[in-house]
């Protein structure tokens, strides 16, 4: 979803040109999808490590914002070798896209400890990973011509994608309000009970007419 927002006012103010048409695209994307399943198992490869082990652990030890940011940020760094010697980057300058692949995994991390922990399993996390990777790799890069700026605002290097996920984390940054519970009912003592069954018995009340 927030792939489809940024790319198209991308395409819609001109930072970057949309190749073919809107038809087109969304073809596209239908047709790339079944590559979630290979993307899973390559996903599952990450998270199974940042937010399969050390999330839980981390939030045993500390408050969930700092969870989030000590996972987010040690999958950041292990992204840089890529980055700096495999050439996982886009055409813009080296340093730029560290910067920005820095802060986006960082933040990033905040859904995706959000997730592991609430939903108490590994496996939203893998496929929201997995959908990120397939969506923008293979799809809405390949959708985007390059105007001139595209290189520095979209793609996992890119400041408009990074912006907006910005946005979308920000509001995980305050600790999670408290669960709603609701009291258990109040039980009435036995000696209570006892008593009010006695007033209403038929021999109390012939007692209480006879007195």
């Known amino acids: 979803m927030e792939c489809s927002i940024v790319y198209g006012l991308v395409w819609l103010i001109g930072l970057g040109g949309l190749r073919g048409d809107v038809a087109g695209a969304a073809r596209t994307l239908v047709v790339i999808t079944p590559g979630l399943l290979g993307g899973s198992f390559l996903a599952l490869g990450e998270e199974i490590g940042w937010r399969g082990l050390l999330v839980p652990q981390l939030a045993t030890l500390t408050t969930f914002t700092k969870t989030a940011l000590i996972s987010g940020g040690i999958q950041a760094v292990w992204h840089w070798p890529f980055v700096l010697f495999v050439g996982f980057t886009s055409a813009a300058p080296p340093w730029y896209a560290l910067s920005i692949l ?72 305050a600790p999670a309000p408290p669960l709603t519970t609701i009291p258990p009912p109040r039980r009435t003592p036995t000696c209570s009970l006892r008593n009010t069954l006695r007033q209403h018995s038929p021999t109390a009340a012939t007692a209480a007419n006879n007195s």
């Not at 959708?143 to 890119?158: H, I, K, R, S, W």
Request: aromatic content about 12%; overall charge positive; proline content about 3%.
């Open 102 to 173: 820095t802060v986006t995994v960082t933040l990033a991390g905040f859904a995706a400890a959000w997730l592991r922990l609430r939903s108490g399993s590994v496996w939203p996390v893998v496929l929201a990973h997995a959908s990120f990777n397939l969506y923008v790799q293979s799809g809405f890069n390949k959708l985007t011509e390059d105007t001139g700026p595209t290189e520095y605002v979209v793609d996992e290097f890119g400041l408009c994608l990074r912006a907006k996920r910005i946005g979308d984390r920000l509001h995980l940054l």
